[in-house]
């Protein structure tokens, strides 16, 4: 009987804890990434399409996640292109130094999950694509829960698993194009 109650008691608490709840089902039970809801997308004139960067459009849902996949030695990930120049497609300035940064510099934002809150801030992570391998310093978040707003250059919610890269990076690879797989781990 006690332990019922207990039980009980349990799920009344976890219920009343939405964020608790979500980290226990993400971290012991579901083992996976899932999005926690939708934002909904509006047309705008003043979306920043440098380097074929998405809009948002009205009528179109976007998944957004609070968590990304778990990091590693070798995390897959997707890497796109974002330039964190003043008025490139970034948006806003970077959130770890409030500074605009040159497409020549070696620098990156990542997911919301793998951003951790700033924890990565101005540390260097390690990529790896086509054989070959650099480093280069997180300087901010690719933010997976908000978007479709002037701060996020009126672009959707990025996807949980981005490794959003300079020129640089990308130049550094040898690769180009709007999308790459890769792997990647903190330096």
Partial sequence: MAS?????L??????????????IQHRFL???????????GT???????????????SGQSYPQYQCSPDVSDATS???????FEDGGDGGAPPS?????????????????GWYSGGSRCL???QINANGQSVVAM??????????????????????????DASQAVWDALGISGGEYDITWSDA
């Fill in 4 to 8: 019922k109650l207990v039980f009980a």
């Fill in 10 to 23: 349990a799920i009344l608490f976890l219920l009343n804890k939405p964020n608790l709840l979500q980290v």
């Fill in 30 to 40: 579901l083992d996976t990434c899932n999005p926690f809801g939708y934002l909904q």
């Fill in 43 to 57: 047309d705008t004139d003043n979306c920043n399409t440098e380097n074929d960067s998405q809009c948002c459009q």
């Fill in 77 to 83: 990930a997707i890497l796109t292109l974002n330039s």
């Fill in 96 to 112: 770890c130094d409030n500074t605009w940064h040159d497409n020549s510099e070696m620098v990156v934002a990542l997911s919301t």
């Fill in 123 to 125: 540390k260097n992570i």
């Fill in 138 to 163: 997180v300087v901010d978040e690719c933010d997976s829960v908000n978007g479709c707003d002037g701060t996020h250059a009126y672009q959707p919610p990025c996807r949980n698993n981005i490794v």
